[in-house]
């Protein structure tokens, strides 16, 4: 059975830090990994998706990386902002038929300013 | 395009009630999911379909029934609705193939008295 655990739950960093955000899955077997952020009270917001023949994506300031034969992802966050404050999740995309995505519970960022 | 849409934002039942969600996508994507939303729980399936006509249960489908009649459209329905069953749900999209990402609509926020 895939499990998602995402450690911290919860992070506060002060304001312009480079920060780094974990998730770790239990079967290497999946297709790819995709973070998403979280605002209070709304919906999901898809910030990277790796594929499992990647081992990285970047998009501005952030940066996912993948290591599938240890089963572990990171999201680096660079010279954080305020606007970052949010719950980043992370989901895998399982291979196999069943096409299920299976999510981490989420850290919960918060950047003082 | 509007994405992934939800009908209603918000809703609030008394237990035994019925009710159905509607979850629209106009990217002609061919999976599509249902997930509820629960404090420290993070996001779990309840029910999914990959493609028209076709549906299955996710972790949580107790309770709940879902429809797929046409590609575009999934509903989640609650025949009886308890106070468990109190959450924020989401539904999703994905177009069909390996490597693409997830696509969410802004959420339901239901209250079950």
């Known amino acids: 059975k895939q499990e998602v655990t995402q450690i911290p739950a919860a992070l506060s960093v002060p304001e312009g830090e480079n920060l780094v955000l974990n998730c770790s899955f239990t079967d290497s077997a999946i297709y790819n990994l995709q973070w998403f952020r979280q605002d209070p009270g709304k919906g999901l917001t898809s910030l990277l998706l790796i594929q499992s023949s990647q081992r990285e994506q970047t998009s501005g300031r952030l940066n996912a990386s993948l290591d599938k034969s240890s089963g572990r992802s990171t999201l680096y966050i660079a010279a954080s902002q305020p606007g970052d404050s949010a719950t980043y999740l992370c989901?895998?995309?399982?291979?196999?038929?069943?096409?299920?995505?299976?999510f981490g519970k989420g850290t919960r960022l918060h950047i003082l300013p | 395009n509007a994405g992934v849409t939800q009908t209603p934002k918000f809703r609030v039942l008394k237990t035994g009630q019925s009710m159905t969600l509607l979850c629209a996508q106009d990217?002609?994507?061919?999976?599509m999911y249902w997930y509820r939303q629960d404090p420290g729980m993070g996001l779990r399936l309840i029910h999914y379909s990959v493609g028209e006509g076709t549906t299955a249960k996710g972790e949580v489908p107790d309770g709940y029934n879902v429809s797929r009649l046409k590609k575009q459209n999934f509903l989640l329905g609650l025949e009886s609705a308890a106070p468990s069953q109190t959450s924020v749900y989401f539904c999703?999209?994905?177009?069909?193939?390996?490597?693409?990402?997830?696509?969410f609509g802004p959420g339901t926020r239901l209250t079950v008295l």
């Open positions: 989901a895998v995309r399982r291979m196999n038929r069943d096409d299920k995505i299976i």
């Open positions: 999703a999209s994905v177009m069909r193939g390996r490597n693409n990402e997830q696509f």
């Open positions: 990217m002609n994507h061919e999976y």
